[in-house]
Structure formats: structure tokens, C-alpha cells
């Protein structure tokens, strides 16, 4: 079946340290891949999606690029901020030839604490 | 355009009562998905529900069910609660494209 692994947390940075978060997946086909974040007492938000082999989706600094040879989804942010102190998900939602597949498999998500 | 909203955002139940908690789509969006998330287990998959027809279901036993009205609201309804359904229920609707998902706040249950 399908899964995602991410790397264990929790992870924590200086304002304007360089973010990595590892992401590697299972799945059969070509999955559309995505990384939701998750604030104190919130529901999830999603952050940036790719659909295809070598997408790179990006939003508010934040880039990761589908990476089929490696089966890697690694988010990246060059500086992050105190704001950006959250829990971070790699998800996949698996290939769908006919109609629509909306069921997200999650990683175990990070906990990302950013100190001032 | 209002957001996905669940209500309530919290409840408080004992072992072997039941629960029904609903979940608003955003407008227009047909697929309304409902997941558990609990510290040990992380985010799992209950069901999803497209057009009143339940499309994809997860591997939760028989007392988890789900229904979807022709408004596309939903509701999940727990019967026979167990201390280990206490979670966050979080809900999820999608427009058809692009595959993504927009969740809601959630619905915090606790069991004793």
C-alpha cells in the first residue's frame, strides 16, 4: 500500500536558519504530493502541492520538488521565521486513472519550533 | 467564500454513548473526507463521501459510519464510543480539481 515517511521531530531552528524536512514515499503509479501544515488548535492548511515528476511547488518561501528517481518530496525554506513554528505533513494522494481519488496518506508530521 | 466548518469544535463523551459530528463543505465542492488524528496513529483516512455515496473508506470498524446529504453537508457518526476514539476529527472537502483538499478546524472529542 501506499506510505509516507518524514523525518522525526521535533525540529528546532534560530529565525533565518535554512529549513530542510525529508519526505520519501511509497506508491504505485505517479501520486500528486503535497505538504499541509498544521497550527496550534487549527485544522490543516495546505502549504504547496506538485503533481508530476519534477514539479516544484512553492508558496510563502516554502519549495519542494517531486523527485520520482528518489521518491522525495523534501520541504525547504532558505530563512525561516518564529511564525512559521508549526507541525508540518508530506502527504500523497494516489493516481487515479478514472475518476477522482481523494484519500491523503500522511507522514507523522514534524514539529517545527522557530526561536527569535 | 466560507471555509470548511465542523461543528462542534469540541466535545466531551463516556465510554459506550455515540456522537454524530458534522462538517460544512466550502461551497460548490461535492467530496467531503473525514479523517482521525491522534498523537500515536497520526492522521488516518475514515471514509470520503461524493453525491450522498460513501466512494473510499478506510480501515476503521463498523461503528465509525458517515452520510452525506444532497446539500453535500456530512456527518460521522461514532456509536458505542471507546477511550481510544478520543481525537481530533478532522473534515475535508475538494472541488474536483487539482486533488486538493481544504480542512477544517476540527472536531476535538474526548472520551472517559
Known amino acids: 500500500g501506499n506510505s509516507v515517511t518524514q523525518m522525526e521531530g521535533p525540529v528546532t531552528l534560530s529565525e533565518e536558519a535554512f529549513l530542510t524536512i525529508n519526505c520519501t514515499y511509497t506508491?504505485?503509479?505517479?501520486?500528486?504530493l503535497f505538504w499541509y501544515v498544521q497550527y496550534p488548535g487549527e485544522g490543516l492548511q495546505l502549504l504547496l502541492k506538485?503533481?508530476?515528476?519534477?514539479d516544484k511547488g512553492s508558496n510563502k518561501g516554502f519549495e519542494a520538488t517531486y523527485r520520482k528517481e528518489t521518491t522525495s518530496f523534501h520541504l525547504e525554506k532558505g530563512s525561516v521565521q518564529v511564525s512559521d513554528s508549526a507541525v508540518y505533513f508530506c502527504?500523497?494522494?494516489?493516481?487515479?486513472?478514472?475518476?477522482?481519488?481523494?484519500?491523503?496518506?500522511f507522514g507523522k508530521g514534524t514539529l517545527l519550533t522557530v526561536n527569535p | 467564500k466560507a471555509g470548511v466548518t465542523q461543528t462542534p469544535r469540541y466535545l466531551i463523551k463516556t465510554r459506550g454513548q455515540q456522537v454524530t459530528l458534522s462538517c460544512s463543505p466550502i461551497?460548490?465542492?461535492?467530496?467531503v473526507s473525514w479523517y482521525q488524528q491522534t498523537p500515536g496513529q497520526g492522521l488516518q483516512f475514515l471514509f470520503e463521501?461524493?453525491?450522498?455515496?460513501?466512494?473510499n473508506k478506510g480501515n476503521f470498524p463498523g461503528r465509525f459510519s458517515g452520510r452525506q446529504f444532497s446539500n453535500s453537508r456530512s456527518e460521522m457518526n461514532v456509536s458505542t464510543l471507546e477511550l481510544g476514539d478520543s481525537a481530533l476529527y478532522l473534515c475535508?472537502?475538494?472541488?474536483?480539481?487539482?486533488?486538493?483538499?481544504?480542512f477544517g478546524a476540527g472536531t476535538r472529542l474526548s472520551v472517559l
Open positions: 463521501y461524493f453525491s450522498e455515496t460513501q466512494r
Open positions: 502527504a500523497l494522494s494516489p493516481f487515479n486513472s478514472g475518476g477522482s481519488n481523494y484519500k491523503l496518506t
Open positions: 506538485a503533481t508530476k515528476a519534477d
Open positions: 475535508a472537502s475538494t472541488s474536483g480539481l487539482g486533488n486538493i483538499q481544504y
Open positions: 461551497s460548490g465542492h461535492r467530496s
Open positions: 506508491a504505485t503509479g505517479y501520486p500528486s
